[in-house]
């Protein structure tokens, strides 16, 4: 890999969660820092108020375990993509912006929280997911069901356009089984990174 260093022999490196895909910090690699996060797996940066190697996780713990790094197009920044080992700010937070990682699936992790919103609050709320949150489990499985044969028929027929309505319908209905299950998305996709292991 060829990285370009500084005039101070350094290079800046951004961290990111492997999985959650979150920006946990930003520390500088000078080419020991980087030849050591290679060869022990455990992310090294070079600190430069301390003008020492120092591993993240040296006293606390918390260690930052390699995953890969990549080098952006002009060759003068590094992504490292790791695996966190407890809280990456030194005050306590998961990220250096004071963020709590969670597994993030984009929107349909919003539709999640929508979700589980209209689950709390089904009594008071007017609408269709409440409703099916009041009918009970059963009800919830059987849309379930419903929506899975909907995919398999449009599936042996050539309209695009209804196969992916249908597989958003059983998507959707499949995230409130979840939540009615006292489940998330992040649980299933626990299980699959087992399995794929």
């Known amino acids: 890999m060829k990285i370009k260093y500084n005039n101070e022999g350094l290079v800046p490196a951004i961290i990111q969660d492997a999985k959650t895909k979150h920006v946990l910090m930003l520390g500088y690699m000078n080419e020991e820092a980087f030849q050591k996060t290679v060869s022990t797996k455990q992310v090294t940066f070079f600190s430069r108020s301390k003008q020492r190697l120092w ?22 920044t590094l992504l490292v993509q790791a695996n966190p080992v407890g809280p990456t700010c030194h005050k306590g937070s998961d990220t250096c912006w004071n963020e709590l990682n969670s597994q993030n699936f984009g929107f349909l992790t919003q539709l999640e929280s ?15 997911v409440a409703s099916l949150f009041k009918k009970g489990i059963n009800k919830i499985a059987q849309k379930v069901g419903e929506e899975a044969v909907e995919v398999v028929i449009e599936a042996k027929d050539a309209n695009d356009h209804l196969f ?31 399995r794929h292991k």
Do not use: M, P, W
Request: aromatic share 8%; with cysteine; net charge negative.
């Open 55 to 76: 591993t993240k996780g040296e006293e606390s713990g918390n260690f930052l375990q390699l995953i890969d790094i990549k080098n952006d197009c002009d060759n003068d």
């Open 164 to 194: 992916l309505e249908e597989s958003a319908d059983l998507l959707f209905h499949y995230l409130i089984l979840l939540q009615a299950k006292g489940f998330k998305l992040e649980d299933i996709v626990q299980v699959l990174e087992k």
């Open 114 to 128: 929508v979700i589980k919103n209209r689950k709390e609050n089904a009594e008071a709320e007017n609408s269709y």
